[in-house]
């Protein structure tokens, strides 16, 4: 074993601590901070501590600056990245109320994201009230937007525009928010079959893709919440 | 004079134009409903009748509004060739005919959450700091609320603190049995007593007070109560009791104020 190589271990410990422990407002780590702390091959540091992370469904995940509003840039002015800690997969909708989301939440983010997302990034909060307001009324509407503020899933921009928030680009896979709304069919939708066609439904066994069974247990968890 | 009205008429096109630019940049409309060769016209057809400094800044606002929206324009054709790009209208459409359960799901499958440790942090602890810093004295926030001279502390005894109600004189279990005797010494030879009778007292709240233990002597069995017609009558039992003799059902009493009322006169 090499000299180099024998060092990594510590080094990925404490790349893991930086990452882990939140330290300030925003969880992770600046790319200056981890250059400081672990060396000038920190990428290569991250990369083994991302390696050893993938069994446990997590990963590291880098935010470039442009999407950072809120982040300084460096100490030396190079080009600011923030690395992350994040789960790799997805959650259960179960493991998900463990975390202390509602549904409402839930639904009112993606809605938030869709709307905003499909008007390049920025729309007006008065429009983003009224999205929500639709699905989980007008009141809680308003406490939600300020949440969502208030995390970093939102950032208000001078303005007074809503922009997408730091968070939203660390945790977010908006092409799939994206494409699983816009392939999405509204509840009870009548698919109209061609005349004189004979129908097969009944026969034939539908196979549930992965938004059905979230939808489904989702809805479970809504009658149990009552 | 026509140069003048010219002015006038150039100031208000461009006024117009400058506010288009401003509600295509706070996304109010599509950044291509704006033909951009025509707003150019409009400048350059004004550009020459502008002599003051306030007009020049007028026509230099103009453009950059117009840059602006050019910007955008090109941001929505990059936005549009890009996978993200889907027609808000449509997006409203869809948000508005999917349920919660079905948007949530969607957010489900694209969510993946940064794993942090919540922990006191360098800059919570100076918040704190700070705010424990800025605080003023318990003496100086008692001043802004005008209490009056501050009492030293003092001793006080059990009576007192009976009479402020911090404490029970008796125990709950000797002042039923008080009650009961009461009640027994009072009921004579018939053997009972009208319920309100003995519930009156001087006021309504000890009135309350006394109806509220009565209710427990007949639930412990301490004592019985007889409904007859509009009548209630009250009978006081001899040890020993058992909770079982109390009465297994709940008799809602109300205790209107003119219960009191002859009493108290």
Known sequence: ?226 | MAEKTGRVSGRRELEELIQTCVSIENRQFNPFLLDISEALRIIRRHAGNWKTLGDNLLDMRAITSLARVVGLQSANLRFQSSSLFVDPGMVKQKVESMSREQLAGFLLLSWHPIVELEQLTEASTKEALDYWQKMLSFFERRKRLQPGPFDSPGAMDTPELARLKVLEEKAFGRRLEELRREMKEKVGEEGRIDYWTFVRASNFAATVLRAQMVSFLVSYGMAMLERKKEKMWLIPRDPPFSTGQGSPLSLPIPIPMEAVVPRAK
């Not at chain 1, 969880?27 to 991302?50: F, H, I, M």
């Open chain 1, 1 to 226: 074993m090499t000299k180099e190589q024998s060092y990594y271990p510590e080094r990925v410990k404490r790349a893991a601590h930086m990452l882990f422990f939140k330290r300030g407002r925003v969880p992770g780590a600046r790319s200056w901070e981890l250059k400081t702390g672990l060396g000038k091959e920190y990428p290569k540091v991250l990369a083994q501590l991302d390696e050893a992370l993938k069994d446990l469904d997590l990963e590291v995940k880098k935010v470039e600056s442009q999407t950072l509003s809120d982040f300084k840039p460096g100490p030396d002015g190079e080009e600011e990245m923030r690395y992350f800690v994040r789960l790799k997969g997805t959650l259960t909708p179960k493991e998900a109320r463990m975390t202390g989301w509602r549904i409402d939440n839930l639904a009112a983010l993606a809605a938030c994201m869709s709307l905003i997302v499909s008007k390049q990034g920025k729309s007006e909060r008065k429009e983003l009230e009224q999205i929500i307001g639709e699905k989980v009324g007008r009141w809680r509407a308003l406490t939600l937007t300020d949440a969502f503020l208030r995390s970093g899933y939102l950032e208000e921009d001078e303005e007074g525009l809503m922009k997408i928030g730091w968070r939203t680009r660390a945790e977010l896979d908006l092409e799939s928010l994206m494409m699983l709304i816009a392939e999405s069919k509204p509840k009870g939708a009548i698919v109209e079959e061609e005349p004189g066609e004979v129908s097969d439904s009944a026969e034939t066994l539908e196979v549930e893709g992965p938004a059905e069974t979230v939808e489904a247990e989702l809805e479970d968890q809504a009658s149990t919440e009552g």
